[in-house]
């Protein structure tokens, strides 16, 4: 079994920053991968609003009908 855990160093121990679902007293091996830290320093209104940003640079007025983006409409001419 793998999983990833994000975690934190507290200058005594590595702390989890999310819970972790293990039993007490389970053998684990660690590997420790040092983070980009402009990536993990993004809080959530930063995320929200670098999503905003993505959306709206959207085609403003673009509407294509769901029957033609069936995939028989798209790759009719390969068939």
Known sequence: MSITIHA???GAV???DEPVELPIGERIE???RQMNPEASDLD???RK???QELISRGVKGLNISDESLRRENLYEDRL
Do not use: G, M, N, R
């Open 8 to 10: 934190h160093f507290d």
């Open 14 to 16: 590595i702390v989890p």
């Open 30 to 32: 660690i590997e420790i």
């Open 44 to 46: 959530l209104a930063a």
């Open 49 to 51: 609003a670098a999503l």
